[in-house]
C-alpha cells in the first residue's frame, strides 16, 4: 500500500493510513496458500498480478516470492516510475510481463498522476519505458 505519487482519483487519497510493505512473514504464508491450492485443485499454469499503490516499492518481496515460487509469468501492475537496473534485469530474466498505467497523453496524465513534490510522471515513465525496451529483449511490457 505504498505509492510516490498522489493521483488525483487514488481512493487511497482520502484514508488515514500508514504506508506498509508486505514482510517476510507474509511472504511465506503467500508461498504456502499457493501451495496449498496449486496441489488441491491441481492447476496446470500460476498468474500472478503485483499491485499497489506501487508494488516495485517492495521489490525484495516480489523477488523473494517469485523465487520461492519459481514461476514464469507475473504481472508487477506499475505506475512505472522507479524503474532500476536491479528491478529490470531481475523481471527480464523472470520473463515478467510489466503493465504500466497512464491516464492519457502527455497533459492529461500530468494533470492526474502526479509524484509527491506537485510534478507530473509522463516523461519519466516514457523515459523508463523506451530504456527498458531497448535493453531487455525478453520483456514483455
Known amino acids: 500500500m505504498s505509492c510516490n505519487l498522489t493521483c488525483s482519483y487514488c481512493f487511497e487519497n482520502d484514508k488515514d493510513r500508514k504506508p506498509s510493505l508486505s514482510s517476510e512473514h507474509d511472504g511465506k504464508n503467500i508461498v504456502n496458500f499457493i501451495l ?3 496441489n488441491f485443485k491441481q492447476y496446470r499454469s500460476l498468474d500472478i498480478c503485483f499491485t499497489g499503490g506501487e508494488p516495485l ?3 525484495q518481496f516480489i523477488r523473494n516470492l517469485c ?4 514461476e ?3 504481472i508487477p501492475i506499475t505506475n512505472g516510475t522507479i524503474f532500476t537496473n536491479k528491478i529490470t534485469s531481475f523481471l527480464d530474466c523472470h520473463n515478467f510481463a510489466v503493465q504500466v498505467s497512464f ?4 497533459h492529461y496524465h500530468n494533470l492526474e ?3 509527491r513534490l506537485g510534478e507530473g510522471t509522463y516523461h519519466r515513465i516514457i523515459n523508463n519505458l523506451s530504456f527498458m525496451l531497448k535493453k531487455y529483449k525478453n520483456l514483455s511490457i
Open 36 to 38: 496449498d491450492e496449486i
Open 57 to 59: 516499492y517492495n521489490f
Open 67 to 70: 523465487e520461492t515460487l519459481d
Open 72 to 74: 514464469k509469468l507475473h
Open 103 to 106: 491516464d492519457g497523453d502527455e
Open 113 to 115: 498522476r502526479c509524484n
